[in-house]
């Protein structure tokens, strides 16, 4: 799987977007972008994935670069309950078999 | 999205002691199920990967004969921690993983173990 680059750490208002990026520039052709985020204590939840397109749920909205080199995670509403861990992977999809690999991911907090 | 469960949520035990965890898929047949690690402030890391009725293949560095993995059905995985000690502390988390779901991973609550 190809490797990922996140901030560290961010901070966001409360009903402010966040955005959360991610640099995955050895990214494969069959490699999907997939987030997770993991509020504290708890197991990783899944947020979203793609592969090429900007893809959007009622969770949040994915936008890859047209050179796929790149994507951000958008929380267009940002909520005090939106403050966890944000783990980006890039990994082969259905049908492949990968290692599921988590890196440090990004820490959020969202503020009043 | 499909729902994996995990027991119990936390154990305290003594040290020299073995400590069972379940993760179970509640509505799907999982296939394959992973089980991870998670210290303090730390990221997931992956331990063993099982595949049902077949013997798990662990990461490296992680001891297959202190940490025991059954997988025995496609909705049942055991993890159990044999002998624990203090530095076996940890969160543990399974996730599981069915052919027919593209692959998804869907992510059990987690055990949190501490070991007195």
């Known amino acids: 799987d190809a490797k990922t680059t996140q901030p560290t750490s961010m901070d966001c208002a409360e009903g402010r977007a966040a955005n959360l990026p991610c640099n995955h520039s050895?990214?494969?052709?069959?490699?999907?972008v997939y987030w997770y985020r993991q509020i504290h204590s708890q197991g990783p939840q899944y947020i979203i994935h793609?592969?090429?397109n900007n893809e959007t749920n009622e969770m949040a909205s994915l936008i890859i670069t047209e050179d796929r080199k790149s994507s951000t995670l958008i929380l267009p509403h940002a909520t005090l309950r939106d403050t966890a861990v944000y783990y980006c992977?890039?990994?082969?999809?259905?049908?492949?078999?990968?290692?599921?690999?988590f890196g440090r991911g990004t820490s959020l907090i969202v503020h009043p | 999205g499909a729902v994996v469960s995990q027991h119990p949520s936390w154990v305290i035990c003594k040290s020299g002691t073995s400590v069972k965890i379940e993760c179970r898929s509640l509505?799907?047949?999982?296939?394959?199920m992973f089980w991870y690690r998670q210290f303090p402030k730390q990221s997931l890391m992956l331990m063993a990967t099982?595949?049902?009725?077949?013997?798990?293949?662990?990461e490296q560095g992680v001891e297959k004969d202190k940490f025991l993995i059954n997988h025995a059905s496609l909705t049942l995985s055991t993890l159990t921690v044999t002998s624990a000690h203090p530095e076996d502390s940890s969160f543990y988390i399974c996730?599981?993983?069915?052919?027919?779901?593209?692959?998804?991973?869907?992510f059990g609550p987690g055990t949190r173990l501490t070991v007195l």
């Open positions: 099982s595949n049902e009725g077949s013997k798990a293949t662990y």
């Open positions: 509505d799907f047949q999982a296939t394959t």
């Open positions: 050895t990214i494969s052709g069959n490699e999907y």
């Open positions: 996730s599981a993983r069915a052919d027919g779901l593209a692959a998804e991973q869907f």
């Open positions: 992977i890039v990994r082969v999809g259905a049908g492949g078999s990968y290692i599921p690999t």
């Open positions: 793609g592969l090429k």
